[in-house]
Nanobody, 119 residues
Framework: QVQLVESGGGSVQPGESLTLSCAAS????????MGWYRQAPGKQRELVAG??????????NYADSVKGRFTISRDNVKGMVFLQMNSLKSEDTAVYYC??????????WGQGTQVTVSA
């Protein structure tokens, strides 16, 4: 059974930082592309950051809105992916979801973790 469990969400003020974590089980983690998505109220779910699995060597990509502020990383030994979020803005408020992707029939989602940025 595949499980993706996110943690680290919370409420912060603008300019502060948070780190999200996602622990994966039930998959060969190292070969999966991992991603963080978010969904704000009334909006579609969007990709925030992604990191490739082996053999692609962990290449990363980011939404333009978070470039320079967010950093995605992974630990293939622990089966975890992280999202370091700095200089948070109110528009970063959303539910953040962890995603594991190896193509059709092998895409999985976590349950989501709320991030609220408010003064």
């Amino acid at each position: 059974q595949v499980q993706l469990v996110e943690s680290g969400g919370g409420s912060v003020q603008p300019g502060e930082s948070l780190t999200l974590s996602c622990a994966a089980s039930g998959i060969v983690f190292s070969v999966y592309a991992m991603g963080w998505y978010r969904q704000a109220p009334g909006k579609q779910r969007e990709l925030v950051a992604g990191i490739a699995g082996r053999p692609s060597g962990g290449a990363t990509n980011y939404a333009d809105s978070v470039k320079g502020r967010f950093t995605i990383s992974r630990d293939n030994v622990k089966g975890m992916v992280f999202l370091q979020m700095n200089s948070l803005k109110s528009e970063d408020t959303a539910v953040y979801y962890c995603n594991a992707d190896r193509g059709p029939g092998a895409r999985y989602w976590g349950q989501g973790t709320q991030v609220t940025v408010s003064a």
